[in-house]
């Protein structure tokens, strides 16, 4: 797990120039000029609170153990970055790509990634209570010791996903997109996370209307 060092805000000077040169990396990454797995945005423990972005590539950046709580970001491209211990709480993702991401330990209470590409994103031990899932597209993505209870899952995808000793509780019922392929192992389905576990796809039917 990533500890969190409270730092004082990023000045938004600092941020436009870190911002402009990722994108001048990315450019020259697509170009065959600059080396993959390099990338120009690293920001470890930043106070990031409340940002409001749109359109913004940060694909493969560095955030780890960031603090993003509350804030908006729309039609962004967080493709393979790492949130690594991460507070995303109370922020929303709309329409946004975070294929690949690391969001392991990640704080997402009452996150909103609702209509967005999270396929093969890794949620190892995060921390999702009271998100809202909603039609997002979770193919192949690692919920591995993650806790879901009292998202919103209407209309998820979880093709391929991995559900392995994951606390997912609601008492809502959903029409759940495609669970083709998913392996669910060792679940907890009760509201306090502590009940016997179950294994199977077969144990998800319980959140389907």
């Known amino acids: 797990m990533v500890n969190q060092v409270n730092q004082p805000p990023v000045p938004e000077t600092e941020l436009s120039a870190m911002l402009a040169a990722h994108r001048l990396w990315v450019h020259d990454v697509a170009r065959g000029t600059s080396t993959p797995g390099a990338a120009a945005f690293d920001l470890r423990n930043a106070s990031l609170a409340g940002l409001s972005w749109t359109g913004v590539n940060l694909a493969e950046a560095t955030l780890i153990g960031c603090r993003f709580e509350n804030c908006t970001f729309e039609a962004c491209d ?3 970055a790492l949130f690594y211990g991460a507070d995303l709480s109370g922020s929303v993702f709309r ?3 975070l294929r690949k991401a690391e969001l392991n330990d990640a704080v997402c209470v009452g996150t ?3 209509g967005s590409d999270l396929s093969r994103a890794n949620f190892t031990r995060a921390d999702l209570r009271g998100g809202d899932l909603s039609g997002a597209d979770l193919g192949a993505a690692w919920l591995i010791e993650t806790d879901l209870r009292d998202a919103i899952l209407e209309e998820v995808r979880l ?5 392995m000793r994951t ?3 609601n008492s809502r019922r959903f029409a759940l997109g495609p669970v083709d392929n998913v392996l669910v192992e060792d679940v907890r389905v009760d509201a306090d996370g502590t009940g ?3 294994s199977g796809p077969e144990a998800l039917s319980f959140l389907r209307v």
Request: glycine share 4%; with cysteine; net charge positive.
């Open 95 to 97: 329409a946004c790509t």
């Open 78 to 80: 967080f493709s393979a």
């Open 159 to 163: 093709t391929g996903a991995r559900l």
């Open 167 to 169: 606390r997912i509780f």
């Open 112 to 114: 909103s990634f609702a």
């Open 196 to 198: 016997p576990a179950v």
